[in-house]
Antibody, heavy 120, light 107 residues
Framework: QVQLAESGGGVVQPGRSLRLSCAASGFTFSSYAIHWVRQPPGRGLEWVAVISSDGINKFYTDSVKGRFTISRDNSKNTLYLQMDSLRTEDTAVYYC?????????????WGQGTLVTVSA | ERVMTQSPATLSVSPGERATLSCRASQTIGSNLAWYQQKPGQAPRLLISGASTRATAIPARFSGSGSGTEFTLTISSLQSEDFAVYYCQQYNNWPLTFGGGTKVEIK
């Protein structure tokens, strides 16, 4: 069965960096685009970034452009999110989510999320 | 950026009743709209894409309609497991954007 498992969250000071990982199993990872979506505590969903199946094409929301980098290692079935220059407003649960085959834009399976807290 | 506005913020419904949730886009998005359900402590689950196409294993009591800027999610007869928060998301343009959500609670 399709599984996505995020890790790497924690408490970090403003201005510091953190790298999240998303380990995938149960499907051919290299055939699917994958997203990061975040959710601040008690609030709604915010799309963060997506990467194509081959890792060439990447799109980001404006608030993270230049600070966050999405990448993937298809040999390890793993997605990453490198987060630099973190701000308090980046505090959220971060989910990875698989895009439906043949499209970048609609997600079907999601992980359970990892909490990132940016605080002094 | 396409701004997605959902209404109402909270909907109080009795089990067995019909629930109608609305989603409006700030500019036209065609039929490029998805609906997700999220229960407390869980990840979102895809219900509908293409404004009206149910995802795999989604019960027929969930239906979606609309195009352009106005969309509706209807739950024909609410079951206990349907009380949750529902989000619409447009995928017509980058960045992808979600609505603020509608919480469906037990009346």
């Amino acid at each position: 069965q399709v599984q996505l498992a995020e890790s790497g969250g924690g408490v970090v000071q403003p201005g510091r960096s953190l790298r999240l990982s998303c380990a995938a199993s149960g499907f051919t990872f290299s055939s699917y685009a994958i997203h990061w979506v975040r959710q601040p505590p008690g609030r709604g969903l915010e799309w963060v970034a997506v990467i194509s199946s081959d890792g060439i094409n990447k799109f980001y929301t404006d608030s993270v452009k230049g600070r966050f980098t999405i990448s993937r290692d298809n040999s390890k079935n793993t997605l990453y999110l490198q987060m630099d220059s973190l701000r308090t407003e980046d505090t959220a649960v971060y989910y990875c989510a698989r895009a439906i085959s043949g499209t970048y834009r609609i997600t079907d399976y999601w992980g359970q999320g990892t909490l990132v807290t940016v605080s002094a | 950026e396409r701004v997605m506005t959902q209404s109402p913020a909270t909907l109080s419904v009795s089990p067995g009743e019909r629930a109608t949730l609305s989603c409006r886009a700030s500019q036209t998005i065609g039929s490029n709209l998805a609906w997700y359900q999220q229960k407390p402590g869980q990840a979102p689950r895809l219900l509908i894409s293409g404004a009206s196409t149910r995802a795999t294993a989604i019960p027929a009591r969930f239906s979606g309609s609309g195009s352009g800027t106005e969309f509706t999610l209807t739950i024909s007869s609410l079951q206990s497991e349907d009380f949750a928060v529902y989000y619409c998301q447009q995928y017509n343009n980058w960045p992808l954007t979600f609505g603020g959500g509608t919480k469906v609670e037990i009346k």
